[in-house]
């Protein structure tokens, strides 16, 4: 039998969905595990310790955002995709504020959300450069995973630590949403690129005044250069 790529945990209370979620995956060589509830999920998770969370929002009694937002609170920063019924911006952006890492809306193909999850987990394995790279007050460590702000080390999920690690490697280049979408998300064609705004608004709150994002007008975002 093939080795497992990773557990996904797969949280969700319609059983035909959940069904045809865990069928595409374990095609694909993932374990799966199935939950219908928000307080289950929670305990599946500091259980097993999954490779990836699918996350259904709308779910009985605790929501998916309240999940999330549980996990986050307890440092845990495992990739997580929601799934959604309800294709409203404030929804997917309250969703990335929160800490999840990227969404699919209902209906979808299951071919899609295998992609996604692949696609999270290669994001998570994180982006292959010299270890550690220093700009201005910054050392992030691709290795260890980890961001230092002077000695403060400043916790990041999956997707702001991969957007901001793609940046700091490639310093005093302009890139455009676009292009950094289907960089840090690894597929291209991703439909609203505004979630990309979200995810740099969050970085530099979390950065404050040592923050190096630099937002050129029309065009994109880019870093300092190292040597300014």
Sequence with gaps: MAESKGLVLVVEDERNIADLQRRYLSREGFGVHVETTGDAALAAVRRMRPAAIVLDIALPGMDGMEV?????????WTPVLFVT???????????????????????????????????????????????????????????RRT???????????????????FLMHHPGQVFTREQLLGQVWGYAGYRDTRVMDVYVSQLRAKLG????????RGVGYSVADAGR
């Excluded at 005044?209 to 050129?216: E, G, I, N």
């Design 68 to 76: 999330c937002r549980r996990l986050r609170e307890e440092g845990d």
């Design 85 to 143: 019924a309800r294709d409203e911006v404030t929804d997917r952006v309250l969703g990335l504020e929160l800490g999840g890492d990227d969404y699919l809306t209902k209906p979808f193909s299951p071919q899609e959300l295998v992609a996604r999850v692949k696609s999270l987990l290669r994001r998570a394995a994180g982006p292959r450069h010299d270890p550690v790279r220093r700009i201005g007050r910054l050392a992030l460590d691709t290795g």
């Design 147 to 165: 961001l230092h702000v002077d000695d403060r080390e400043v916790e990041l999920t999956t997707t702001e630590f991969n957007l901001l690690a």
């Design 209 to 216: 005044d040592a923050s190096p994002l630099r937002t050129v």
